[in-house]
């Protein structure tokens, strides 16, 4: 059973960075689709960026493309989300997730099974 744990998050200002970490324990195999998603008050969640199982390839949501990059760690079991120019309309709870793959250059934010915990991000003035 894959379990993953989020750290980062936090009250931000418009302009400024942030990074958000999820930390993965129990994998069972090296290729795993990994996702940021998130949840803005009122609205459902959407993907926000996701990585291939290989690593070779992303999407990202056109709001945040440009700003944002999702990448992991391998040795470390662990993805990240850098967040940079940050706006208000980034606001929203986080998550990480991740789903089995195989080893594949597919890339898509759907179908995801294991899930973070959350965390909010709040960008305000």
């Known amino acids: 059973q894959l379990h993953l744990v989020q750290s980062g998050g936090g009250l931000m200002q418009p302009g400024e960075s942030l990074i958000l970490s999820c930390s993965a324990s129990?994998?069972?195999?090296?290729?795993?689709?990994l996702g940021w998603f998130r949840q803005a008050p009122g609205k459902e969640r959407e993907g926000v960026a996701c990585l291939s199982s290989n690593g070779h390839r992303t999407y990202y949501v056109d709001s945040v493309r440009g700003r944002f990059t999702i990448s992991r760690d391998n040795a470390k079991n662990t993805m990240f989300l850098q967040m940079n120019r940050l706006k208000p309309e980034d606001t929203g709870i986080y998550y990480c997730a991740a789903r089995f793959a195989g080893p594949s250059d597919d890339v898509d934010c759907e179908d995801y099974t294991y899930w973070g915990q959350g965390t909010p991000v709040t960008v305000s003035s």
């Open positions: 129990g994998l069972t195999s090296d290729y795993y689709a």
